[in-house]
Each structure stands twice: as C-alpha cells, then as structure tokens.
C-alpha cells in the first residue's frame, strides 16, 4: 500500500506565529491562503501545513497520488483501495469515501494512542 506524500498537519493557534516561526527554521510557504487561515510550508522535502481553527488536534496527513512537491503521480494506489485494504485487515475507519467512484476523496483514522491519521487524495 502506498499512501503518497506525507506532511504534517498542525493544529496551531496563532497562525502568523507559527508560520513566522518556521520560516525562522528555514520553511518556506508553498501554498494556501492565511486569510483562510492554513499554509503549506516546505524544507526541501520535509511539509508541514498550518491550520488555525480547523482541527483539535495535530494530524498525520498522507496524499495518494503526490510527491513530497504536490506534483501528481502517475501510477499511485487510490483512496478506495486503500480504504479496502485497512477494512480487510480489521482496521478501524472514523471517515470513509464513496466505495465507488473516482478522484478526490479522503478516509481518517485514529492511530493506538488516539492520533488522528488523514489520508486525503486531491486528484
């Protein structure tokens, strides 16, 4: 199972701060919008997203079908596939999308210790 790009997602309070912050640590934006409150943020290959208001908590982000630069794979295993996947092993789905269907869809799921996991497909 490939699950694509991987970023983290914070759960900040002050998104100025924080995006000051860690362009202090050498991040630089890559996308999003700060009136809407969320940034992407990159270090080379290394993402973070900042979201001010929009989850209670930090959340691991996977994206099927991107690389570490937001640039679309040609050959990636789907949201649908892989939500089958994790269903056929027992795993424990908190959203799910559309069995059927294509394109952009997401799935979540908490890890052992209650952190929220995001599988979220744009394309």
């Known amino acids: 199972m490939n ?6 997602s914070l759960a900040v309070k002050d998104i100025r701060k924080s ?3 860690y ?8 996308g999003g919008n700060i009136e809407q409150n969320w940034l992407i943020l990159r270090n080379g290959d290394t993402v973070i997203g900042l979201f001010q208001g929009m ?3 930090n959340v ?9 630069h937001s640039e679309t794979l040609d050959d990636f295993d789907d949201v649908r ?8 092993k027992g795993v424990t789905l908190t ?6 269907g294509s394109g952009p869809a997401n799935i979540t799921l908490l ?10 497909q744009h394309v």
Do not use: H, K, Y
């Open 19 to 21: 995006r000051d912050f």
């Open 23 to 30: 362009t202090a640590l050498g991040f630089e934006e890559a």
């Open 111 to 120: 890890d052992p210790d209650g952190n929220p996991v995001l599988i979220d």
């Open 95 to 100: 959203t799910t999308a559309e069995a059927e």
């Open 3 to 8: 699950l694509g790009a991987f970023s983290v």
């Open 60 to 68: 691991l982000t996977f994206n099927p079908g991107w690389d570490q």
């Open 55 to 57: 989850f209670e908590r």
């Open 81 to 88: 596939a892989i939500q089958a996947e994790l269903q056929a």
